[in-house]
């Protein structure tokens, strides 16, 4: 049984803050701060460029792949850390059309997050050939899949309502019809049980930055099914994917490995905090956090209906359609959030009516959650959101 | 008059090692600790999400951009920072060729860093449409430049001798071909002066983690000429580029800025660390920093050829024509850096036969060199490279 009292140890939380938003941003992991010490008075500032091999510096996005690949049931050698996600879902769309050149279409949904959808955009413009992406209703993904489709890039997870895909589901109907299944995991690593391999994903990418904590703009990862491993074509071909880079040959060798999906030298630094972030996760199991977020999700959302009847639920009301996040829905959504936050209740918005709140077993307890909704119901009671000073968006909600 | 000695002391350097390998990995600036630990105590520990606006994260690729900027002879507003430099050539190329869509030669040459060769040779690969890289000798680049080439692909400074092209007059050449010129500045950026603008380049790029101080795999820059910054296409369409990310609009509508080659989340807490490095760049004077680098490197090699009969300089002997590297040819390059590093004097090793040394005033005193020279003088009397140990080639040299 996983100790969630223990794990919550783990994390630094502002005292009187109640954080729903680990779903945008993980907190501050305890371990992070004395890793971030030693990378830098020690590892660099005291060995310098010796570093790469002193400290194994160059083997460190596989260690830190392999962490993750723990969470989603990705073997040992299959996961490649580093970049960003757009990047990564870059790399593996285009790895995927490669593998199916004679058709033209990506097949994906309106829910997506819009930024997958801006890099299937610009690499189909670029790669040109009437390439085509082809845009449905997330409830109509099933029914899309034809053998028309090259690709499917599907985000598991909506990152307005938590709405979830059938992953195995919709793999094997792409399957069926001879496509590519990419996966986007960005809201279900470290929110949800995941499994590459049994859902038999042909790609999968997710960010670090929400679930698992690694920080702001954390290091990406993707999953390259081994199939693919020694064939997928890593379009951005840099020298840390070479299957030996420090021989500096002016040909491209791809790394016999999901190590190809490497491209530029590693952020060691970002890569460190993350494999200290990943420390919160030994021991744990993803079927218990997975009950104690339904837990959580299923209180808030009581609590919330009973206190504040003005807001509509935005999410999936059985928790097994869900990840680990629930919306509500409201004109004023924006003035609210801003309300919630000015009152020690962290969530956020999303355009153009959500309000939207992230469950974390490792740090979150039931207590909090229900002092959450209470002050939900304060704001609402009070509209206390009816304040001049909430009217004008910020650049960042 | 820039104060070196007052440079000197913004860095942590081991007690009793001579580092001569800035050109790969700066040293620790000072300022980098207190700035990590603010970000991640006050800033991430403290606001969590709310620090994207509260400490202004979401901004500071931009600043760091500038800062950049001032360096490089980039105005305000044309510098844009994260990634990895693989990942900028990317852009930089793919854009450039957007620009010349009826022409079909990349053209670089055989002393650009191989990295770059392989970030064209993916992208062409996937473009199609008999796209060509063709690779000349660095001699031969100027002669190459003809109407059948759509974009030039140098880099400024040979990573391996040093030698240095000349900017201006091949980005004048290119442009009157009709080519787009774009440069990677990897060993130029803090190491020589630099003026994109005078040179008229059309893209340039960089890294940050060598003559720039910003720790392993720091984030990277784009220079995008203020010609082409509301119609450069950014293959990499990631939400950070967007013109509005936080609208979450299904279509991409790219910034109307540079900022259009930002791709996903910035990486936070490794700007803030270069943000902090460059800081000792501030009432520096890149004419003082290369007088002073000229000198160094000038005296490196009148020592070393004094005390070092049987190395070959394989830099050009003309300082103009140098970067702020100096490079010796041996048969046993590899064992004598490996003697010279067991005896603390850093350097490194470039295959087939090269020990390189950088030069860099920011933190170098002309003392340091003449006893690394002394250091090598005895490597090579006493043949301390001939011991089984150094025989063996590491991952990473």
């Known amino acids: ?11 630094h939380l502002p005292e009187g803050m ?26 660099w500032g005291g060995e310098l460029i010796k570093a790469w091999n ?7 996005p596989a260690q830190v ?15 490649a850390t580093g970049d960003t996600l757009s990047v990564k879902v870059f790399q593996a769309l285009a790895a995927a059309l490669a593998l199916r050149p004679e058709r033209k279409v990506v097949l994906s949904d309106t829910g997506n997050f819009p930024s997958d959808l801006y890099i299937a955009d610009g690499l189909l413009k670029a790669l040109g050939g009437g390439l085509e992406l082809r845009l449905v209703a997330p409830e109509d993904v099933a029914d899309a899949i034809d053998d028309s489709v090259a690709v499917t890039l599907i985000t598991e997870v909506d990152y307005r309502t938590g709405r979830r895909h059938d992953m195995a589901g919709l793999t094997a109907k792409a399957h069926a019809a ?43 990862f993707i999953y390259v099914a081994p199939r693919f491993a020694e064939c997928a074509r890593p379009i951005l071909s840099g020298w840390m994917g070479h299957e030996a880079p420090f021989a500096f040959d ?36 993803m079927a218990d956090v997975r009950a104690a977020s339904i ?19 935005a999410s999936p009301r059985d928790p097994a359609m869900r990840g680990s996040q629930v919306s509500f829905r409201h004109p004023q959504g924006y003035a609210i959030m801003q309300a919630l936050i000015a009152n020690t209740v962290i969530g956020d918005f999303r355009a153009p009516d959500l309000v939207r709140f992230g469950f974390t077993p490792l740090y979150l307890s039931e207590d ?30």
């Open 178 to 220: 001879g496509a590519i299944a990419v996966w986007d995991l960005a809201h279900s690593a470290g929110a949800i049980p995941v499994d590459v391999t049994s859902a038999d994903a042909d790609f999968a990418v997710g960010c670090t930055y929400k679930y698992l904590n690694g920080g702001p703009g954390a290091p990406a």
């Open 295 to 313: 837990r959580l999700s299923e209180r808030f959302i009581a609590e919330v209906e009973a206190r504040c009847p003005d807001l509509t639920l």
């Open 65 to 79: 792949g392999d962490r993750i690949g723990r969470l989603i049931g990705a073997p040992v050698g299959s996961v």
């Open 18 to 43: 109640i954080y729903l938003d680990g779903n945008s941003l993980g907190p501050l992991p305890v371990a992070a701060e004395a890793r971030v010490r030693d990378v830098l008075a020690r590892e």
């Open 368 to 397: 909090a959650v229900v002092d959450a909704a209470k002050v939900l119901e304060r704001v609402m009671r009070e509209r206390l959101w009816d304040d001049p000073a909430y009217a004008t968006r910020s650049a960042v909600t």
């Open 250 to 285: 002016l040909d491209y060798r791809p790394h016999r490995s999901v190590e190809r999906m490497r491209v530029g030298t590693p952020p060691v630094l970002a890569l460190a905090v993350l494999d200290a972030a990943l420390d919160a996760w030994e021991g744990v199991s």
């Open 54 to 60: 002193s400290a194994d510096w160059i083997n460190l």
């Open 1 to 11: 049984m996983t100790d969630f009292a223990a794990t919550r140890r783990l994390f």
